[in-house]
């Protein structure tokens, strides 16, 4: 998942296609226990050398976020290892892709009603609002991530 090195006001963490081939799905926040435990062992400002120093904050980036799920599901899992940690450090998501309509879609948080089979009733009361057939993602977790076309 991650590459993390110190930059300016705090750290950043890229990460690649935490789970290949699994396009397109905030159901992967419900496949990812494996990958919570790599969250929380990675984020900085929990343990030891790695803590973030006062006022920085963790930035990931999300390359090739097409319509952003994954930049999402990053920031559905460093909430819930924040809440678990009681960590307060800032974290801001850069989501950036080619293809300008996938990331207008992105900006929108919108995603069709079906993914209440894959993501837990849980997960779908706390990080998302149902409106109509869709549940549109929370303004805590839309605020996390920035999208931009790169």
């Known amino acids: 998942m991650a590459r993390r090195r110190p930059a300016g006001r705090g750290w950043v963490i890229?990460?690649?296609?935490?789970?290949?081939?699994?396009?397109g799905a905030l159901a992967l926040a419900e496949q990812w226990s494996a990958d919570l435990a790599l969250v929380s062992a990675t984020l900085p400002g929990m343990t030891g050398?790695?803590?973030v120093?006062?006022?920085?904050?963790?930035?990931?980036?999300?390359?090739?976020?097409?319509?952003?799920?994954?930049a999402y599901s990053v920031a559905?899992?460093?909430?819930?290892?924040?809440?678990?940690?009681?960590?307060?450090t800032g974290v801001q998501i850069f989501a950036t892709d080619i293809d300008e309509q996938a990331v207008e879609y992105?900006?929108?948080?919108?995603?069709?009603?079906?993914?209440?089979?894959?993501?837990?009733d849980e997960r779908l009361k706390k990080f998302f609002t149902p409106e109509d057939n869709t549940y549109r993602i929370k303004?805590?977790?839309?605020?996390?991530?920035?999208?931009?076309?790169q």
């Open 14 to 23: 890229t990460t690649s296609r935490l789970r290949p081939g699994s396009d």
């Open 76 to 88: 559905i899992l460093v909430s819930e290892v924040q809440q678990r940690l009681k960590i307060n």
């Open 106 to 120: 992105a900006r929108t948080a919108v995603y069709p009603g079906s993914i209440a089979a894959d993501v837990s």
């Open 49 to 51: 050398e790695d803590r």
């Open 139 to 149: 303004k805590k977790i839309r605020e996390m991530v920035v999208f931009a076309v």
């Open 53 to 70: 120093p006062r006022g920085q904050e963790i930035r990931f980036w999300v390359a090739g976020c097409a319509t952003g799920e994954e």
